[in-house]
């Protein structure tokens, strides 16, 4: 034997049906402070911003390119070993 029951009524009306709190006011408090915040930080995360950040990081010199090169081999390739040729 099968049964199928089909219920139409709206989201709220179910919450209310089966005793559930209503937390739209507190969603509406919490979106609004994500909000506030995200258009707070969002010159930080410009595309200008963040190249100028990338570029600082970038090797200036090249004694610092050759370091960083150094560094990376030494590190894929072991501190006493020598790169394969």
Do not use: H, Y
């Not at 989201?11 to 969603?27: H, I, K, S, W």
């Not at 994500?34 to 100028?52: G, I, V």
């Amino acid at each position: 034997m099968k049964v199928t029951v089909e219920i139409d009524c709206t989201p709220e009306e179910a919450r209310t049906f089966f005793g559930l709190p209503d937390v739209q006011p507190m969603q509406a408090k919490i979106m609004a402070e994500m909000e506030r915040r995200m258009l707070a930080e969002m010159d930080r995360f410009s595309p200008e911003a963040l190249l100028r950040s990338w570029m600082t990081l970038a090797p200036q010199s090249p004694e610092q390119v050759q370091d960083v090169f150094n560094r990376m081999f030494q590190q894929s390739f072991g501190a006493g070993t020598k790169p394969p040729v």
